[in-house]
């Protein structure tokens, strides 16, 4: 199994922005859905939005309208644009998809 690479995150006031990637050393163009979820401290993994290869997307209610995802089979990565980003978003964000690891995650903080 291969290792997703996720990266993007960081620290941002709410309300603002941070565009996730998740690159994989394979081609995920076989893999037919797509997802990223997130981890706060304290509390269990959650499912945040998948995206299948035909494109049809899925979102947490929680995320529904401020967070978009993507994928670029050509490239082997998948994005999550965040847009209008709460303290409550805090979290460690992974991708997953079948055949593929978990990876390390990439931190997004959320605060002012």
């Known amino acids: 199994q291969v290792q997703p690479v996720e990266s993007g995150g960081g620290l941002v006031q709410p309300g603002g922005s941070l565009r996730l990637s998740c690159a994989a050393s394979?081609?995920?163009?076989?893999?037919?859905?797509m997802y990223w979820y997130r981890q706060a401290p304290g509390k269990q993994r959650e499912l945040v939005a998948a995206?299948?290869?035909?494109?049809?997307?899925n979102y947490a209610d929680s995320v529904k309208g401020r967070f978009t995802i993507s994928r670029d089979n050509a490239k082997n990565t998948v994005y999550l644009q965040m847009n209008s980003l709460k303290p409550e978003d805090t979290a460690v964000y992974y991708c997953k998809g079948t055949s593929l690891t978990w990876g390390q995650g990439t931190q997004v903080t959320v605060s002012s």
């Open positions: 394979r081609s995920i163009s076989s893999i037919n859905v």
């Open positions: 995206i299948s290869n035909f494109g049809i997307t």
